[in-house]
């Protein structure tokens, strides 16, 4: 495993640096990519070894500058784990053009740009590709317009990868954290929300960055050489608790 790459956007911290974290304790070489480059670079100091990248994944010269590099500096690619992500809460009279547009531009044009940009890199190991969507993504509601229309498009775009990339031996699958006490979160989630999350999740918590690095890294390696296309909630139950009403659990 020690000459396999990784590469995991988003990885200056939150989600993106436990996977990172996790794919070189199991013995991977790791290239991490954040467009906070002061960020990044503490974080990679935390991984020896590892290759820190600063761009921008919704910058097409950027995320083709980054394939090159990585081609140059590892001579291939591995795994593509699409983790860099911005949330933004807001209901659809408040959400104007430019607000909608941050939002897609990472979240979903920053996944389809560095999977095309990869892909070179990526068919010729048979490589994997895992997506980070979002429980918002499979279930809708108030304040994410943007947000959770991004992850369902992520979810489907996964799909499409899936179906098209198969016969090159690229996998392709999504996760879907629950929510999670990261940057990220703590920007967006009020009180009330946090206290109905604790509520709606049958697991009655947050998860941790680790606990989502973890299915990550399973769909990424070879113990899941066999699934590709899917869907991985890891959100403690919320996304199967149908109507969503406590006494109905
Ligand atoms: N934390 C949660 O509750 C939660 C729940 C569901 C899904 N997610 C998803 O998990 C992923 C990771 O989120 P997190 O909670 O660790 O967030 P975070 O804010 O802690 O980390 C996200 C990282 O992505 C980087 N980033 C943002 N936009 C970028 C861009 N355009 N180019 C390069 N890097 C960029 C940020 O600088 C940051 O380091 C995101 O896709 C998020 O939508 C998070």
Redesign the pocket.
Same mark, same amino acid.
């Given at each position: 495993m020690t000459d396999t790459v990784a590469l995991i $956007?988003?990885?200056?911290?939150? #989600?993106?640096?436990?996977t990172a974290t996790l794919m070189q304790a199991e013995g991977r070489r790791v290239v991490m990519? =954040?467009? =906070?480059a002061e960020?990044?670079e503490q974080a990679a100091a935390t991984l020896p070894g590892a290759l820190a990248i600063p761009? =921008?994944?919704?910058?097409p010269q950027q995320v083709a500058q980054a394939a090159a590099e990585i081609e140059q500096t590892c001579g291939r690619l591995d795994i593509l784990v699409n /983790?860099?992500?911005?949330?933004d809460f807001g209901p659809l009279a408040e959400t104007d053009f430019a607000r909608w547009r941050r939002v897609m531009? $990472? /979240?979903l044009d920053?996944v389809f740009l560095m999977s095309q940009a990869c892909l070179p890199l990526l068919s010729a190991q048979g490589g994997a590709i895992v997506n #980070?969507? &979002? #429980? &918002?993504g499979l279930r809708a509601s108030t304040l994410r317009i943007a947000?959770g229309t991004s @992850?369902a498009a992520v979810i489907h775009l996964t799909k499409q990868q899936a179906a098209e990339l198969g016969e090159v031996g690229i996998r392709a699958n999504c996760v879907?954290?629950?929510?999670? /006490? $990261? @940057?990220?979160?703590l920007?967006v989630?009020s009180p009330e929300i946090r206290a109905a999350y604790h509520d709606a999740i049958p697991l009655n918590r947050?998860?941790t960055?680790r606990e #989502?690095a973890e299915v990550i890294c399973f769909l990424a390696g070879s113990r899941a050489s066999y699934v590709t296309g899917q869907v991985v909630a890891a959100d403690g139950g919320f996304e199967s608790t149908g109507v969503g009403l406590p006494a109905l659990r």
């Open positions: $956007t988003g990885a200056a911290r939150g #989600i993106g640096l436990a990519l =954040d467009r =906070d960020e990044l761009c =921008d994944v919704a910058v /983790n860099a992500g911005v949330a531009e $990472t /979240n920053g #980070i969507a &979002s #429980i &918002s947000y @992850k879907c954290p629950g929510p999670v /006490n $990261t @940057k990220l979160a920007a989630h947050y998860g960055e #989502i």
